[in-house]
């Protein structure tokens, strides 16, 4: 089995481009393991609101990401 290794910003543009689902697939993990990376390493997440409004049309084609919060100091 092939590991992969990606920093909080990989992370965090990896879940902001594609879907949990669409990423577990691409990278063979379960999207509640993905899930459960991401909340430990407080990376946050866009909601359902996200990716119906990225599949419309140029109405919300400027719909904004939340900035990456600081790692917790325990992660320095």
Sequence with gaps: METT?????????????????ALSKKYDISDIGLLKVCKHRNIPLPGMEHWNKVQTPVKYALFLRIAVPPAPACWR
């Design 5 to 21: 290794t990606f920093s909080r910003q990989q992370l965090y543009d990896l879940v902001w481009s594609e879907s949990l689902l």
